[in-house]
């Protein structure tokens, strides 16, 4: 399976994340770290998709794409670490983990 076939969903899933963070709580943090992180992921995928259609490889998406990956695995998995709540920051930092490991 190609990259871009978890990094939109993935980039989707973030940025909704973000916004809904910034909804219920009204945390501009969650709106700046979900937004950001998700359109750089859904950036990488549409790069990557384009790409795939010129039947090349796009470094520049695979390294976005890891680059938020380990970035979310980290700062979410040490939120995670400090407040143990699952909801969002172990979720996020599980599913991140998961997310890069199926990309290679």
Request: glycine content about 16%.
């Amino acid at each position: 399976m190609h990259d871009f076939c978890f990094t939109i969903p993935y980039g989707l899933l973030v940025l909704g994340g973000g916004i809904v963070g910034y909804l219920r709580r009204g945390s501009t943090a969650s709106l700046a770290g979900g937004a950001g992180a998700g359109l750089a992921l859904l950036f990488a995928g549409f790069i990557s998709l384009k790409a795939f259609e010129k039947r090349r490889n796009s470094y520049f998406a695979l390294f976005l794409e890891t680059a938020c990956g380990i970035a979310l695995t980290i700062v979410m998995g040490q939120r995670y670490i400090q407040s143990h709540k699952i909801m969002p920051a172990g979720v996020v930092a599980g599913l991140s983990a998961d997310v890069e490991g199926l990309q290679h």
